[in-house]
């Protein structure tokens, strides 16, 4: 018995020393790559020459791409990367990466991928960004996918559940040109567990569904989409025209101290006008 026991012990000894060695390989393995992404981010940012920073680009999304398949790769942070946003869902499922590159014209192009793992220690699915936003005509009623993409900065995910399935609302900022900026809450639901769908009829606001909200403001004004935990509210600031001739002309609307929000039912993303924000 005390030599089945030993032997119990050290298989279970060898387990163990198997399992810590593997994952260090790895976590060294992941960190040697975040270092060589973090040289070719710095050389991207450093360069003014539109063309440079496309060759670069494409290296940057080739490699990315490469190690977020890696399953291990979930719960790395790059904490390096700076210039990419790197944020999770409240299940810790998925994980959005975005990062802009500003051209010489003042407008911005954006970049990133879905990571998606449905089981721990499964491969993730990682879906490559290809922002189309220039060719989207009617943006806030299309459906989108990862290879036409209204291209954001991602810097929020909510999870809600409707009729056993689970939506994930976005928020995003797109720094659109040098005269306004704009800000975007989506829905991201994936098709049969696995294709990534942005945009469905959600979002009740003026009397209309849409599939998705775009805010557009001046470029020197800030303006604030949050989710209020306490209230389970979307709040965000009203924008209106600085000046009464210039309404219909985002480029010069800006917040004026009062805030609307969406409330979450029956899965639509309701509009509540003109919220005492003392209350929140």
């Not at 005390?2 to 012990?9: C, E, M, V």
Request: glycine fraction near 4%; include cysteine; hydrophobic fraction near 40%.
């Amino acid at each position: 018995m005390k030599h089945i026991l030993q032997n119990i012990l050290l298989i279970f000894v060898l387990f163990f020393t198997t399992l810590v060695t593997a994952q260090d390989y790895v976590s060294q393995e992941l960190a040697t790559a975040e270092d060589a992404l973090y040289k070719k981010f710095t050389e991207l940012y450093k360069s003014s020459d539109d063309v440079k920073k496309d060759e670069v680009n494409s290296m940057i999304l080739d490699e990315f791409e490469k190690i977020l398949k890696n399953p291990m790769s979930l719960n790395y942070p790059f904490d390096s990367l700076r210039w990419t946003g790197r944020i999770y869902s409240p299940d810790q499922k998925l994980r959005l990466i975005t990062w802009n590159i500003p051209a010489i014209n003042g407008t911005h192009t954006y970049y990133g991928f879905i990571q998606y793992c449905q089981k721990k220690g499964k491969p993730c699915l990682v879906f490559r960004l290809h922002d189309r936003s220039q060719d989207i005509t009617n943006p806030e009623s299309a459906v989108l996918s990862a290879e036409k993409w209204w291209g954001a900065l991602y810097y929020e995910i909510l999870m809600n559940k409707y009729k056993g399935s689970c939506v994930y609302t976005i928020f995003g900022l797109d720094m659109n040109d040098q005269y306004s900026n704009k800000k975007v809450i989506d829905m991201l639901v994936f098709e049969n567990n696995q294709n990534p769908v942005f945009g469905r009829p959600a979002f009740r606001m003026d009397g209309k569904l849409k599939n998705r909200v775009i805010f557009e403001y001046a470029e020197d004004v800030v303006m604030t989409v949050r989710y209020n935990e306490k209230n389970k509210m979307i709040v965000f600031d009203h924008l209106s025209p600085i000046e009464p001739a210039l309404r219909n002309n985002p480029r010069f609307y800006a917040p004026d101290s009062s805030y609307d929000g969406f409330r979450f039912r029956k899965g639509i993303w309701e509009c509540v006008p003109d919220i005492d924000v003392r209350n929140l």
